[in-house]
Structures are given as C-alpha cells and as structure tokens.
C-alpha cells in the first residue's frame, strides 16, 4: 500500500515538475531576435520555450511577447541581452487560469492557422451590398464595456456615412469618416439611456446601406457575472498592452463577447501596428466566426 501511494506521489511530482520545465512561452515576435540556449544563438520562433538558463537578444526596433509559466504576461521591446533567470526573478506570481487563453492562442503556429482557415472559409451571409460590418448576428450582440471600435469591408471607396439608431429606428446620431472603422462611446449623451443601438453605413458614392447590426448592452445580472470572472485575471493585464489586448479578446471570445474582443483585437493592433501577431490572430479570429 505504501509503494503504491508512493507511486502516486511521486508521479505527481514528476509531471508538476514536467509542466514548469520552462520558464516562458513566446506568444508574439517581431524582428532578429534570438536565443542562446548553451553555447549556440538560434533565432526566436512564435511558440518556442524559454528556460531559465536561456539568455535572449532583443535587436533594434524589435518586439518580444512572452508569458510565464504562471501565466502572467511580459512585453520586451528595448534592444539589448536579457537572461531569462533575471526575467524570471523579476515576474511576480501570475492567475493560472491566464493559461487557458494564452495556450488557444499558441494552439498552432503561423502554418496551422493558415490551413485551418482554407478550411473554415467565410460564412456567406448573403450580404451582397457594397459595405459590409464586421460585426456579429444578433445573438452575439451583447457588449460588457462602454466602447466599441466598428470597422467594415468595402467594394467602394469612401468617405461613409454611419448612422446610429434606437429600437425605435430613430436618429441618435450621423457623422461622416473617410476611415473604415469608428469607435462607438456608449455613454455618450446620444446613447447612454439606449439600451441597444443599430449600426449602419453607407458610402456617400452608393446609396446602398450596410445591414445593420446591433449593439447591446448587458443586463446588470449578466455584466456582473462578466466582471466577476475578469477579476480573476484582471490584475495580471491591467497594463495596457497588445499582449494584455490580446490575451483579453480570447477572454471574451471565450464568453460570447465578440464585439469586446473584436475592440480588444482593435486596440492590440494599435498599440503594436508593426507586429504581425495582432493582425494574424485577428484575422483568424473574424474568420472563425464568420465575420470576414
């Protein structure tokens, strides 16, 4: 009985051991960087594993986003060597359960996502208008924060006209972009007692509306139960960063918030415009559910 307990015990320990066998994931690069792990520099891939004997170099005009093995989230951008023991004494103890959205996001490397993407396909909404809203059907309409960014497909060139509507299909507001994205304050005078808005566009050289698409609020009960569970992650990316963007979209993919991670994956592209990961992931993301 006490070798068999033994047993038990020790496997546990092995395989506790097994999954900090690294200190960091790298969920995003951008540029020359490398590693040394012994003797031997290497070039630094998306995905690889970061031990504490490990030493990086970061190059100029260069971008790193790794996570540690608690899952808390590290952004390296100054040029220069950097040990991964130094890193790792410096990172304070994570939320384990940040680990289950970084681990989606690094589920498959660049290659992957291209071919799951051949085979997903867009889903054919039978819009043949001229502008198309990458925003999602009404039953993922729902919103926890007060802004969203909007942005939208074109076959015609702008500028656009965006009008937003109540239930009622009055006027709250019109104004005109020669962008292809807005963002939406919902506490703005003109919606804050709304509890839903409609979204349209049109190019001024096509009268041909968009569909429109909704915008809802969530009821106090389900915002609560949203904030309740980003408490447990949200000390670990408060820091407005692509990577606690990121890491944040996959949160609220997780619980059917698409237009919250749609403006999460908005704002990780502009916080690191030169690094392809944000725009990839993105990319993926409006192509799994149909948007693009």
Known sequence: ????????????????????????????N??????????????????????????????????????????KPLELKQPGNYKVADLS?????????????????LSSNAEGKKNRLSATGAVDRGENLPVRILLPENQSAGIYNTVAIVSWESKVNGPYTVTVRNMFDDELNKFETADTKVQIDLTDAKY?????????????????????????????????????????????????????KLILARFYEEHNLIIDAITSYEQAMALAPDVPTFNEEYQYFLTRHGLK
């Open 1 to 28: 009985m006490k070798t068999i307990k033994f047993s038990v015990l020790f496997a546990l320990i092995s395989s506790v051991a097994i999954a900090q066998d690294y200190a960091f994931k790298v969920l995003a």
């Open 30 to 71: 951008k540029g020359g960087n490398s590693v040394k792990s012994g003797a031997d520099w290497a070039p630094l891939k998306t995905g690889a594993t970061l031990k504490n004997g490990d030493e990086l170099k970061i190059v100029d005009n260069a971008y790193l986003g790794l996570v540690y093995n608690s899952g």
């Open 89 to 105: 004494a410096k990172m304070k103890s994570g939320n384990s359960v940040l680990n289950k959205y970084t681990d989606f996001i």
């Open 192 to 244: 804050a007692k709304e509890n839903a808005v409609l979204i349209e566009v049109k190019a001024k050289s096509d009268h041909r509306p968009s569909k429109p698409r909704l915008i809802k609020k969530l009821s106090p009960a389900e915002h609560a139960g949203i904030q309740k569970s980003l408490t447990e992650i949200n000390n670990d990316v408060a820091e407005q960063t692509a990577l606690n």
